[in-house]
């Protein structure tokens, strides 16, 4: 009987030893999707766009071969050059109003990051020569915009569908 009662106590002990490195893995994974979330946030403020666009992007970015720390370098950079076209300077509006004039008056009208990525990427996505899809890219997203086209090889909709895989995932 003694025998047993220790068998058990033993297995009680280890069961409890077990229980708390799951609940402490278990906090583990929602610390670090914490942090992962907190990341995410900031990464989205700083480049303008909702935190849900900026995780979809992030993903057809990540799905195109485009890094992550490519992606968040090159959105930020296209809106610092947002805000440049609307003054009138910088690479962005130079390169446009030579161009495409009316590309440069529907960006000057977007409301949004987000909006203005939409209508840059459908642009460079609807460009035939890759020459011109690297020259548009670069002006807007900065030295990694060639490869920010490889977020557009499939068109629009082929983005758009990258977008909503996301959002089906999550």
Do not use: C, W
């Not at 069961?15 to 990464?43: F, R, T, W």
């Not at 609807?126 to 090889?153: C, E, H, I, N, Y």
Request: aromatic residues 4%; positive net charge.
């Amino acid at each position: 009987g003694l025998m047993a009662g220790k068998a058990v106590g033993a297995a009680g002990i280890a069961v409890a030893g077990a229980g708390a490195a799951v609940g402490a893995a278990m906090y583990e994974i929602v610390e670090s999707s914490a942090q992962a979330n907190d990341v995410l946030a900031k990464q989205a403020r700083r480049s303008g766009l909702s935190a849900q666009a900026y995780a979809e992007l992030r993903h057809a970015a990540d799905l195109a071969g485009v890094s992550q720390e490519e992606f968040g370098k090159s959105v930020e950079k296209m809106t610092r050059n947002m805000g440049d076209l609307r003054l009138g300077t910088g690479s962005l509006y130079t390169t446009l109003k030579k161009g495409s004039p009316a590309l440069l008056e529907q960006l000057k009208a977007t409301k949004d990051s987000g909006e203005a990525f939409d209508l840059l990427t459908g642009a460079i996505a609807k460009l035939k020569s890759p020459a011109d899809k690297a020259s548009l890219a670069t002006a807007a997203f900065g030295r990694a915009g060639g490869k920010m086209t490889l977020l557009v090889q499939d068109g629009a909709k082929g983005l758009a569908k990258a977008r909503a895989e996301f959002t089906r995932l999550h």
